[in-house]
């Protein structure tokens, strides 16, 4: 009994001065996932730092953190109008912004990539940062489907490295998976576990294989789904209708392949079929890429399966 306290002790101990080392937190990619993890990691006590190459997505970003914390923070403070008033000020005075990525990097304890789908463009973003961030940083994807150890190929860090694998919406979704490559080291599990739970999140532990736990289920079924449709089998309004419904899912397949993007969609399947082109499951689909190509990317574009209010 004895023994197990002080392991415990020293286990709690190893976390606390982990997850108290990771403050300063930079995001590359202020995205839909980018913007979303930037928010809770400042809502949460984190100084951040948000990076895009793209100055308007920035500008995007920080628009849509001011209208999702508020909701936050009305639910968070539902009678307390200056709790909430305070919680959102101190939260955004915490958050900066930045277009260079290298400059970014040079204090951070954590980075954590949320940018395109591209194994050579993230590739190409770590090796640069590899050369400038310090010895400690921790370096984290949040590939929704790539391989975090042909990521982390990149680097000279690769017990420094690992996935971060968020949902949509990151300040609603209360997952994240914690993904380690056979050269994280233990203490880089810790702190990123610790760090999730800084976040507010629950943690699972995955092996860096095709879409980690929830992408291996969910990518394939909302890509039956779409298959259903061009089939003819039923309209995506009664597919969704049918989800939600008949299986209780907050969302029908073709509400939630917009929310995604059915650019990332289409990155994600068209990717593990390089790697397994048998696999019926990573089949694409012709009306996704459609779509792709005319710009209709779902939510984030203002029409996908369905027309959205385009100011989204
Ligand atoms: N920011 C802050 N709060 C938000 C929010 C946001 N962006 N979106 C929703 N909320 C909050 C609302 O304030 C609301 O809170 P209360 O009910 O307590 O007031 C609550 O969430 C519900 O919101 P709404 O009433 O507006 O809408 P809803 O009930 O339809 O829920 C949803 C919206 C949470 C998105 C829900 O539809 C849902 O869970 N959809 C499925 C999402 C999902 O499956 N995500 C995973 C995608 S896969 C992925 O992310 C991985 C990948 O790699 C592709
Ligand atoms: P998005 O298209 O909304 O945003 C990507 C952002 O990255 C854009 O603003 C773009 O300008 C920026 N960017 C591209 N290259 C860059 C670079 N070299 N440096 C800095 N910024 C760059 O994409 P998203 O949906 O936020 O997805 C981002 C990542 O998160 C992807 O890897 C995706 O697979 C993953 N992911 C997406 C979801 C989802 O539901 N959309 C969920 C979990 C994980």
Not at 55 to 74: M, T, Y
Not at 210 to 218: H, Y
Request: net charge neutral; hydrophobic share 45%; glycine share 8%.
């Amino acid at each position: 009994m004895a023994f197990a306290s002080v392991v415990l002790k020293r286990t709690l101990s190893h976390s606390a001065v982990m997850s108290s080392a990771i403050k300063q937190v930079t995001i590359i990619g202020s995205g839909l996932m980018g913007a979303g993890i930037a928010q809770v990691a400042a809502q949460t006590g984190h100084n951040v730092t948000m990076v895009d190459i793209d100055g308007a997505a920035v500008e995007k970003a920080q628009k849509r953190i001011g209208a999702s914390i508020q909701r936050v923070a009305k639910k968070k403070f539902k009678e307390d109008e200056s709790a909430a008033e305070t919680f959102i000020k101190e939260a955004m005075e915490r958050l900066t912004t930045s277009t260079n990525a290298a400059e970014s990097v040079t204090s951070a304890d954590l980075v954590v990539e949320a940018i395109v789908e591209n194994l050579d463009v993230k590739k190409k973003l770590f090796g640069e940062l590899d050369k400038v961030a310090p010895e400690h940083t921790i370096f984290a994807s949040n590939t929704s489907s790539l391989a975090i150890s042909s990521i982390a190929e990149a680097t000279n860090r690769k017990d420094r490295f690992g996935g971060l694998h968020f949902f949509n919406p990151v300040p609603v979704m209360k997952l994240l998976e914690v993904v380690r490559i056979p050269e994280t080291s233990q203490a880089t599990y810790e702190a990123m576990c610790a760090w999730g739970k800084a976040m507010g999140k629950a943690t699972v532990e995955c092996k860096d294989t095709p879409g980690f736990i929830v992408n291996r289920l969910l990518v394939p079924y909302l890509f039956e789904a779409i298959r259903m449709l061009e089939r003819g089998d039923a309209s995506a309004r009664d597919i969704d209708t049918a989800m939600k419904l008949g299986a209780g899912y907050p969302m029908g397949p073709f509400e939630l392949a917009d929310y995604v993007g059915l650019d990332t969609a289409s990155f994600i399947v068209n990717g593990w079929a390089k790697g397994d082109p048998e696999n019926p499951l990573f089949g694409s689909s012709p009306i996704v890429e459609q779509k792709v190509a005319e710009g209709k990317l779902g939510v984030k574009s203002g029409e996908g399966f369905y027309v959205y209010n385009k100011s989204k």
